[in-house]
């Protein structure tokens, strides 16, 4: 009788992941992709370039979509940094006024145009955000701009995954 209940639970259990499909929920409307110069609306300062080449890399990673150039690729990924948001997350023990970690909140947009027909873009405009840490003991001008490098990555990993794994 035991036998009989634990073989019915685990055919139970195991039937509810019969219809799971590993990889891409759905196939991608397009295979090659070219990426736009980002641009940046924000006062981070000469993100551009390090963001263009995080997005390049992690795009050729991704085994779904190919790296292309102009007019030969299905889509063009725009990238645009709206804004930044600095909060204090800690202050300076001897002057609760002064910030000595800060949040740097980007909100990012990105879209995927259809090369063939600009009307009907495959991705519409997104709006997501991103988050780091800086500590200004150094002052805060050199902290953002070396927290550029780990920023452009995360808004490069967060962008390929939108990009790559469309739910329909």
Do not use: H
């Amino acid at each position: 009788m035991r036998t009989l209940i634990l073989c019915g639970a685990i055919v139970a259990l195991l039937s509810g992941c019969a219809s799971y499909q590993l990889g891409t929920p759905s196939p991608l409307p397009y295979e090659t992709i070219a990426v736009a110069p980002p641009l940046n609306k924000t006062t981070l300062p000469q993100i551009e370039g390090p963001l263009n080449a995080a997005l390049r890399q992690s795009l050729q990673r991704s085994s779904s979509v190919k790296l292309s150039t102009g007019s030969a690729a299905d889509g063009i990924l725009s990238l645009t940094l709206l804004e930044v948001k600095r909060s204090i997350a800690a202050v300076t023990s001897d002057d609760v006024g002064r910030g000595r970690k800060f949040q740097l909140e980007i909100q990012v947009e990105l879209s995927v145009s259809n090369e063939n027909d600009p009307s009907a873009p495959y991705l519409p405009s997104r709006v997501f955000a991103i988050s780091q840490d800086i500590f200004t003991d150094d002052g805060q001008v050199e902290a953002e701009y070396q927290a550029i490098p780990e920023i452009s990555r995360k808004i490069a990993e967060k962008t390929t995954e939108l990009v790559t794994e469309l739910w329909q």
